[in-house]
């Protein structure tokens, strides 16, 4: 996601269109905007005003939108280029290749011979573990994901969103200074719990590995913010740093990142579309309407991103599975 003028002043400012309107719905981050038709023609200063309000408020809500796969690809080409996944589930459209419909990760579970909810648990068995950007172990994950909602629960399963951002400015200098030296490896299925005996889905995550080094702090390529780089899905170890010391840091970093204060929980209704930073947050999928037994039925489209630079200005650094550009 691309955007033009002076880095330091991204964060901070957005433009104004009549009719339309951006407004806020938590102290660090989340926005609504009202007033635009996702699905028409955009005017240029449109997209500059939810380019602006993303990079300000790292997500963006929109309701009532009428985006089908093909409105939803190019109301995402307006602000990059969107990534085409190697592998998806059949839930996902077949003539879209850019749209990953999140229903396919029900399938998940039954691929690998146990039920939806034991695949769910023995991945996330801590309470931050669901807590991630989007493919936080690539080396250059997405810069930008925009979902958009089809049908929902009538209550329970909301999203919840952190500002990776605020979180580090509201650490200690103390603290900020020695994360910014710091690196750490980001690897596909950390913390999984294996089943007894032969567990295919353990098979499957050893032959699919997917690794990258990131700095802990990043350095926003659009706004020049520091960025707490950390989840609880993908973050491994920080390099150089013995197990439990890093285990305690990260603990920290990540309870500091997911802070309510730094925050946002937005309430999805048919038609709703959130658009997010993918460099600067995290979320967390929601975990309360499984036994519902509802359908939930999103569809998502990414923006390919960079390379992360740390503040010391080196590069992410590949280790296995994974190469910059190439999905």
Known sequence: MTTD?????QAGR???????????????????????????????????????????????????????HAGHVAFARRFGEPVVLGRRGSASPA??????????????????????????????????????????ARVDP???????????????????????AAAYAGLSAPVRAFADGLRAEHRLGVGYQPRPGDDAYLRHLLDH???????????????????????????????????????????????????PEYTVRFRWEPGSVAFWDNRATIH???????????????HRVMLAGDVPVGVDGRPSVPVTGTEAGRW
């Open 14 to 68: 957005t433009e104004q269109v009549k009719g339309v309107e951006v407004l806020p719905v938590a102290g660090h981050i989340g926005a609504e905007i009202t007033g635009v038709d996702l699905a028409g023609p955009l005017e240029d200063a449109v997209v500059s005003l939810i380019r602006e309000a993303v990079l300000r408020w790292k997500v963006v809500f929109f309701r009532g939108q009428r985006l089908d």
């Open 209 to 259: 590995q997917v690794a990258s080094v990131h700095p802990l702090v990043r350095v926003h390529p659009e706004t020049g913010e520091r960025v707490l780089f950390v989840n609880g899905y993908y973050l491994e170890q920080i390099t150089g740093v013995s197990r439990p010391e890093s285990a305690a840091v990260l603990q920290m970093l990540l309870e500091q990142a997911v802070r």
């Open 142 to 164: 997405p810069a930008a994901t925009i979902l958009r909602a089809q049908t929902v629960p009538p209550y329970g399963g909301d999203t919840t969103w952190a500002n990776l």
């Open 5 to 9: 003028g002076p880095r330091a002043e």
């Open 284 to 298: 967390l999928a929601p975990s309360d309407n499984a036994h519902l037994g509802l359908p939930r039925i999103m």
């Open 95 to 136: 003539d879209f290749p850019e749209v990953e419909t999140t229903a396919d990760r029900l399938e998940l579970g039954g691929r690998f011979g146990m039920e939806h909810e034991e695949w769910l648990q023995r991945r996330r068995h801590t309470l931050l573990r669901g807590w991630h950007c989007d493919h936080g």
